[in-house]
């Protein structure tokens, strides 16, 4: 379609939007001098066409590829950097699915069209029920949210994820984690995930099962690794394997190759 | 001046908290308190001539309080200052007899250990056990600037610090000490993490380039605990040491660049690449092998360290590029490059001896770490069809190869196919589904870590996959909205025969949320899940054993979880009632079998089989009911006042450490000189009332 030509101002499109002006104005997009037109392009000929909505860009008849490239023309550094030909953006997500540019009353963060963490599982239900875990992140308190870790606009790491690797993610809050360590646990070092869910578990500590099962799926060696531990046995309860072998993430003891000190 | 605004508000009232809520799981993450408390406040001002100011905080005075200020140049530059706390509560019912004399020293009384040494037992001193916390405290501040005054870029720099200080359990096994031995005590935590970033980034709507730099330090207060051994007195060759020491995790460093580029081209193409190196590094000093001064003193044993401290580094680097088209209105494709490395440059050290527990010098020597890291190249594809505008078909191809330096495997190979279907119809129809078969193959064994430890290291293993998920969200009306999804994801070990054999995992959910009218809206949601763990072991005292020792496990971990929730206001601007029930129950069963009629020779606590024989550990279960009530009035646009409601209750059976006393053997006899903290995670069943008044100016 032809691209209409000629700015009227934000004043005149309040004429007859004047609940999403004033919305608008809220925003910090208000700050753009472009106004309105800045995301709906000039609209001289839409007022001409005495409001006629094809003379206008209508993000509602656009896809989801070209309503984005609208908000790509400015928010292309930081966050939204990596967002053409992310995970959300093949998916056929728009910017528009997940943030509002004038909202209803009060202007909520980053224009969300919902809080953080209730967008997201509105997608991802699973991941609301995880909160609710024994084992969780402080999630449900308030204390992180999804972007945490994680950038729905894409990034360079898997899951799009904040930093470049699973285990690098985990070490920007549990640094004591990193190392290197003389006697390395190999599954440690190259994935926190083999061994814990962090989105939520109904074992402790958010792993994936409860020690000693967990260890014996890869443990099975000789002696006490091998054999069944009942909940009776200093094996099995408490912490588990974890119970001598306490330093499981690495040990920088030169005795600690069995990770016990 | 005249034109500048003001606004913020108040939150402040009391809160009772009854019920039985004493537990650490009530607290774990946040405090709830009870008395008058500021549950918030927020200011912000605005000068109009581009000058901004915000404020916001929560809970001051509490072990979860945060504040953030914002001030800014509108289009200029915006300055930040935040802190956070949030707390870590372990347990609350810890008891102890060590008593920490010196940080890091953990002592118990002489006659104690003499006693014990002596034959006495070791429930004769248990009257003198103190409780004592576990729970920590991580505080973070951090300072950050950004400048956009210059059109088309982007700075940003940040300062971050952040504390941890309090306890956590350790536990520490001498277990060829006297009795098998492990005490646990409460570690102090006081780590230090120092982060800076700064980036530039230029952005023009056709290029994008970046360049940044991270950093970051961490420091330990302590590298080491030094802790008294119940059972001995002396150091001796045979029966164990007076102390152990155990070395805690080590001052660290790592820093990082980034630079990444982007442009657009002809035909809505785009090409970003990044490149990302970096580095890990630890060289902090060495403990000693043992503090026991009998071993030390063995013509044998050597106690002198080959070197002093490990000076291990981890080299980082990230190089990526991707290229994005979308030609043609109904087709679309993208190619992706990506190679990262965790090269572990660490060296080999050769230690002639060492002291695996403080009893026994290991002396056949040399013992030599390994070096633990893996370079994963990725290369796939993705194509996507749009027959119709409502409609997109997608098909992915990645190829993830994962070089490792030193696993069972010297590679793995993950090649994944994956489907992809989007529909969006008339806006209110939205389905999304996928489909992927996964397969991993494994690539040449490395002798050398295949016989180190006999594991099966079912992450790398051969593995076959199936994945799909769907995702349905019905909107018939503006008013309506349903959501139903599901997973299924299964997992296939045809090489496995200990360690993991099979995995599985699906669930199914529904979301409804309806309004009626302006005035009233509920939404409600169900969410049910099971895992499946399958696995095989052999009970051997050598290698190879003997296949009547052969033993299955299977564990089922299955959760339910509802939510419920309305939305009711019978005066407009005046009475809102809100309410929110969530009840999550997850459940896991463990399963053994046994062959029939096998020689089983377990631990000995299970019977000897002898015949076909099925155990199974008791049924571990977290329930945990959440309902919050609110009830506001609107004075008028400036004041409120809200009465809130709310019951949590917790309620877990957990049979591994429900138990859990400071003195086991009267379930593990062969416990017996041991030393627990006892640290249980009660249930609890708690009512906050919460009472208070919002001022908006």
């Known amino acids: 379609a032809d691209e209409p030509s000629g700015m009227v101002g934000t004043q005149t499109c309040g004429t007859c939007h004047e609940d999403q002006v004033k919305a608008f104005a809220a925003t910090p997009h208000a700050q753009s001098a472009l106004g309105c037109e800045g995301c709906h392009g000039p609209g001289q000929a839409h007022v001409d066409g005495g409001g006629d909505k094809t003379k206008i860009r209508v993000f509602e008849n656009l896809t989801p590829s070209e309503s984005s490239a609208v908000c790509l023309k400015c928010h292309n550094k930081g966050m939204q950097s990596q967002w053409i030909g992310s995970t959300h953006d093949s998916r056929k997500l728009a910017c528009v699915t997940c943030h509002d540019p004038h909202p209803k009353g009060a202007v909520p963060k980053a224009l969300l069209r919902k809080p953080e963490f209730e967008l997201c599982t509105s997608c991802h239900l699973q991941r609301k029920a995880q909160l609710f875990r024994s084992g969780h992140m402080p999630m449900r308190e308030g204390k992180m949210n999804c972007t945490s870790c994680h950038n729905p606009h ?38 926190c995930l083999t061994c814990h869910d962090p989105h939520g578990s109904i074992q402790d500590n958010l792993l994936r099962m409860r020690p000693p099962i967990l260890c014996q799926q890869c443990h099975t060696s000789t002696r006490h690794p091998s054999q069944i531990h009942t909940p009776a046995d200093r094996f099995a309860f408490n912490q588990g394997c974890v119970n001598c072998h306490a330093m499981i993430h690495g040990s920088n003891s030169p005795s600690g190759q069995r990770f016990e000190r | 001046a005249q034109d500048s605004t003001t606004s913020g508000d108040i939150q402040a009232g009391g809160q009772t908290v009854t019920g039985d809520h004493s537990s650490s799981k009530f607290q774990q993450y946040e405090e709830i308190p009870s008395g008058l408390v500021l549950f918030g406040t927020a200011f912000a001002w605005d000068s109009k001539s581009g000058y901004t100011v915000d404020f916001k905080g929560e809970n001051f005075g509490y072990d979860d309080q945060w504040a953030t200020l914002e001030w800014a140049k509108k289009g200029q530059w915006k300055l930040n200052i935040d802190f956070s706390q949030n707390p870590r509560w372990f347990s609350n019912t810890a008891t102890t007899l060590y008593a920490e004399t010196q940080p890091g020293v953990f002592l118990l009384p002489t006659a104690m250990s003499v006693g014990i040494q002596g034959g006495a037992d070791i429930r004769n001193y248990l009257n003198g056990s103190q409780p004592v916390g576990l729970k920590y405290e991580r505080k973070t501040g951090k300072i950050a600037f950004q400048y956009t005054g210059i059109e088309h870029w982007l700075f940003k720099a940040s300062y971050q610090n952040e504390q941890r200080s309090g306890t956590q359990p350790l536990s520490l096994g001498s277990y060829f000490s006297v009795g098998n031995n492990t005490v646990e005590i409460a570690s102090p935590v006081d780590y230090r993490t120092n982060t800076f970033n700064g980036s530039a980034e230029y952005g023009d709507g056709k290029w994008f380039f970046s360049g940044g730099f991270d950093y970051s330090k961490f420091t330990n207060g302590l590298s080491s605990v030094l802790v008294d051994n119940p059972a001995r007195y002396q150091d001796s060759t045979g029966a164990g040491a007076d102390f152990w020491r155990a ?49 030390n003193a063995l013509a044998t044993f050597d106690p002198v360290l080959p070197v002093n401290s490990f000076n291990g580094k981890i080299d980082t680097f990230l190089g990526s590029v991707k290229l994005t088209g979308d030609p043609i209105e109904w087709f679309g494709y993208s190619v992706t490059y990506r190679s990262y490395e965790m090269d572990n440059k660490s060296p080999v050290i050769d230690f002639p001896n060492y002291v695996a527990a403080d009893s026994v010098a290991e002396l056949n020597g040399p013992y030599s770490n390994d070096i633990i890291g893996y370079k994963k190249t990725t290369w796939g594809g993705e194509v996507h069809f749009d027959p119709v505008r409502q409609v997109r078909v997608g098909l992915e191809y990645t190829h993830d190869k994962m070089d490792h330096q030193f696993r069972e495997y010297e590679d793995n190979t993950v090649k994944t196919w994956k489907g992809t279907l989007d529909l969006t119809f008339s806006q209110w129809v939205t389905f999304r589904a996928s489909y992927s078969d996964i ?20 992450d790398i293993w051969r593995r076959d996959t199936t994945q799909y998920n769907a995702l349905l969200t019905l909107t018939p009306t503006s008013d309506l909205a349903v959501t139903l999804s599901t997973q299924y994801s299964k997992d296939k070990y045809p090489d496995s025969t200990f360690g993991r054999t099979g995995c599985k995992y699906d669930n199914y959910g529904i979301d409804v949320s309806y309004a009626l009218g302006e005035k009233f809206s509920i939404y409600g949601s169900y969410m049910y899940e099971k895992y499946n763990y399958d696995m095989a072991s052999q009970y051997r005292v050598t290698v190879p054993g003997n296949a009547l020792d052969d033993w299955w496990n299977s564990t089922e971990d299955k959760v339910d979880t509802y939510t419920l929730g309305l939305l009711f206001k019978p005066i407009s601007d005046k009475l809102e009632v809100s309410s929110d029930l ?46 919050k009530t609110k009830l506001q009035w609107k004075f008028n646009k400036n004041l409120s006042a809200a009465f809130q409601y709310w019951w949590q209750k917790y309620d877990a059976a957990n049979w591994a450490t429900d138990v859990m006393q400071p003195y086991m053997a009267w379930l593990d006899p062969t416990a017996n000189k041991s030393l627990y903290l006892s640290a249980t995670v009660p249930n609890y069943n708690a009512n906050i009332f919460r009472a208070y008044v919002s001022y908006k100016f």
């Open chain 2, 439 to 458: 397969k991993n193959d494994v690539g040449a064994v490395n002798e050398d870590a295949a016989l180190n430890d006999y594991s099966s290291q079912f």
């Open chain 2, 247 to 295: 070395s805690l995790p080590p001052d660290n460093k790592a820093y990082s660049f980034n630079l990444a580029g982007g442009v657009n081209l002809p035909y809505h193409h785009r090409v970003v690449a990044n490149i990302s190196w970096g580095e890990m590094t630890q060289d902090a000093a060495f403990i000693p092998y043992t503090t026991n001064t009998a071993i």
């Open chain 1, 154 to 191: 894409g990034s360079t790491g898997p899951a799009m994820l904040l930093q470049n690797s699973v285990n690098e993610n985990c070490y920007s809050c549990h640094a004591e984690k990193r190392g290197p360590f003389l006697w390395e646990h190999a599954p440690v070092r190259e994935n």
């Open chain 2, 582 to 627: 969530t009840y999550s129950k997850g459940t896991s069963d463990s399963a053994f079998a046994i062959v029939p009629g096998g020689a089983y020779q377990g631990d000995g606590y299970f019977p000897n089989a002898a015949g076909t024989q099925y155990f199974g550990y008791p049924e571990v279960f977290n329930k945990l009911t959440i309902w």
